[in-house]
């Protein structure tokens, strides 16, 4: 199926006491989630990604790889830095879930800036650059 959302913010739970992921399955072990998107960075620096998950997880900015936390394994986290230029960019987020725990949270620190959840209505495109249609 396909699933929209704004943002990965799951905390690290117990399977056996959680719902799942909201919005995208009742089933808490052995699935998978191909996330991916676009986002548009207004002003150019360096900013560092935050990737937890309990079990497999890649994060790629601009098709290239940036965090790999793949495999089994329990809640575990990586960040990375990133200088961005302004304009458009891509990221995909394979993620796999396994038996026991359930994770997967996508964190952003802009430059000079604080942590805080990767949301995509905080990165959208310039007024500008939104497409519409005429009838």
Known sequence: GTVYTYELNVPAQNIMSSSAI?????????????????????APGDYTFQLFSDDGAKLY????????????HLVMNREAPLHLEAGRHTFHLPYFQGPQGLALMLLIKPPDGEYGVFDLRDFGPPAGELKTSSN
């Open 22 to 42: 909201p919005g995208v399955t009742k089933t808490v072990e052995w699935f998978g989630i191909d996330y991916y998107g676009e986002f548009w960075i207004d």
């Open 61 to 72: 900015i601009d098709d290239n790889l940036l965090i790999d936390l793949n495999g089994l």
